[in-house]
């Protein structure tokens, strides 16, 4: 990859430079700017809210703080996580909130130019699309960066609720 991993602050010193926490949801790598991720953590227990919207898999306990968990796979139309693997938390600060994005993998937190940002491609999903700022090509890599705000927004999903009634 051609983008490096540099100290935290050190993108500031750099007109144009983002960094940007990269994950995978069903093989498509994601980034999301650092100034919106909280931390990353490794799975958490969780407990189901009945008739929450499919996509919110739970709630988490972080710290005393209670943080709803949203399976990005759901929200973005994607096929379900097969059996037995373990989603990863990417906790995230949207809309004066904290939730969790529960995703497949995590990758490293990369520099990037923020001038490289190119439109979403119109073969991926509407679902993705519409959580998607944009897409930067790296060497060997297309990052889709995610939009935090829209990615943690299920009202705009179809009325379809999971959990227990």
Same mark, same amino acid.
């Given at each position: 990859?051609?983008?490096?991993?540099?100290?935290?602050?050190?993108?500031?010193?750099?007109?144009?430079?983002?960094?940007?926490?990269?994950?995978?949801?069903?093989?498509?790598?994601?980034?999301?700017?650092?100034?919106?991720?909280?931390?990353?953590?490794?799975?958490?227990?969780?407990?189901?809210?009945?008739?929450?919207?499919?996509?919110?898999?739970?709630?988490?306990?972080?710290?005393?703080?209670?943080?709803?968990?949203?399976?990005?796979?759901?929200?973005?139309?994607?096929?379900?996580?097969?059996?037995?693997?373990?989603?990863?938390?990417?906790?995230?600060?949207?809309?004066?909130?904290? %939730?969790?994005? +529960?995703?497949?993998? &995590?990758?490293? /937190?990369? *520099?990037? =130019?923020?001038?490289?940002?190119?439109? @979403?491609? #119109?073969?991926?999903?509407?679902?993705?699309?519409?959580?998607?700022?944009? %897409?930067?090509? +790296?060497?060997?890599? &297309?990052?889709? /960066?995610? *939009?935090? =705000?829209?990615?943690?927004?299920?009202? @705009?999903? #179809?009325?379809?609720?999971?959990?227990?009634?």
């Amino acid at each position: 990859m051609s983008a490096v991993a540099h100290a935290p602050g050190h993108a500031d010193a750099h007109a144009g430079i983002r960094q940007y926490c990269t994950f995978w949801v069903d093989g498509l790598f994601f980034g999301l700017d650092v100034e919106w991720v909280q931390e990353v953590l490794r799975y958490q227990q969780m407990t189901v809210v009945p008739c929450a919207p499919e996509s919110v898999l739970g709630l988490i306990n972080l710290r005393g703080q209670i943080v709803t968990a949203l399976d990005l796979r759901c929200r973005l139309g994607l096929p379900p996580r097969a059996d037995g693997v373990l989603p990863m938390n990417v906790i995230v600060r949207s809309r004066g909130e904290v %939730v969790s994005l +529960l995703v497949d993998d &995590i990758g490293e /937190v990369i *520099d990037t =130019d923020a001038r490289d940002l190119q439109p @979403t491609p #119109a073969n991926l999903p509407t679902t993705v699309q519409d959580a998607v700022l944009g %897409v930067m090509p +790296l060497a060997g890599a &297309i990052l889709l /960066v995610l *939009d935090a =705000d829209r990615a943690v927004d299920v009202s @705009t999903l #179809a009325d379809s609720t999971g959990g227990t009634p």
